[in-house]
């Protein structure tokens, strides 16, 4: 009796313990326009948000590792194995990188693009792209990003303009997924990625103030508009206390 006490109690605690850590990574998006707007619609918004940012960042931090410990090895002259060549060609692929280039070239592009960025940056462009998570497009097609599609019939059409096309996901996290592969394979965001190496490379960090910079080409508001818009959201509501 007593050691089937025992096994009910551990039982229980595992169950538990699943229980919370998949509640960590639960998706079950609010209705944000419930919450009053100020502190407490913020707190609901970030509170959901970047939980999902921890969770995308946690497989790019995985796929990081694995080419830099490629770096390594081949800088070393060892020589790769089969699962290793096979899953450099398939981080190649996604990450839209030549597969005809030689493997160091393509071990320094990977470099560049496959890397985070700091969840401040992340949550100041959810925040603005998605009116605190209240657009139609967040709430509709949980795109919190302002992410376009392009084939035709594809997402939802913006009110007034039928030929503008903005891509519907089937969660949030895939909407943060997108958003990640949008920015670290995107041509139009090399200087982005590039002003990211280079923090990294001279102060061993990233600063979601100085990135900004990086995303000229994000948004239709010219002349610097947006960067300083995405700089005040992020310094207004101190965001940058959410960077690892």
């Known amino acids: 009796m007593h050691q089937l006490r025992v096994s009910i109690f ?9 229980i919370s850590f998949s509640s960590a990574y639960a998706e079950t998006k609010p209705d944000f326009k419930k919450y009053a707007a100020g502190p407490e619609r ?3 918004f970030i ?3 970047r939980p999902l940012i921890d969770k995308a960042s946690i497989s790019i931090n995985k796929d990081r590792k ?4 490629l770096h390594n ?7 790769l194995s089969n699962s290793e060549i096979k899953k450099l060609s398939d981080l190649a692929k996604f990450y839209r990188v030549k597969e005809d280039l030689s493997v160091t070239k393509q071990l320094d592009e990977l470099n560049e693009k496959v890397n985070v960025f700091p969840a401040s940056l992340i949550l100041a462009q959810a925040i603005l792209e998605s009116s605190w998570g209240t657009s139609r ?3 509709e097609g ?4 302002g992410q376009h599609c392009f084939s035709k019939g594809c997402g939802l059409s913006a009110r007034g303009d039928n030929k503008v096309r903005v891509a519907k996901f089937p969660t949030v996290f895939d909407s943060v997924k997108s958003y990640y592969k949008n920015l670290n394979t995107g041509n139009s965001y090399k200087k982005l990625r590039r002003l990211r190496a280079e923090e990294i490379e001279l102060i061993k960090t990233m600063d979601s103030i100085e990135l900004t910079a990086g995303l000229s080409h994000y948004s239709e508001l010219k002349n610097g508009d947006y960067e300083r818009r995405l700089n005040q ?3 207004f509501n101190k965001l940058q206390q959410y960077d690892n």
Request: no cysteine; charged share 20%; net charge positive.
């Open 10 to 18: 551990w039982s229980t605690i595992l169950l538990l313990l699943k």
């Open 142 to 145: 949980n795109n919190f990003f």
């Open 47 to 49: 509170d959901f948000v």
């Open 137 to 139: 497009f967040a709430v």
């Open 73 to 79: 090895d081949k800088k070393h002259q060892q020589k």
């Open 66 to 69: 694995f080419i830099l410990t």
């Open 42 to 44: 913020k707190k609901v």
């Open 233 to 235: 959201v992020i310094t």
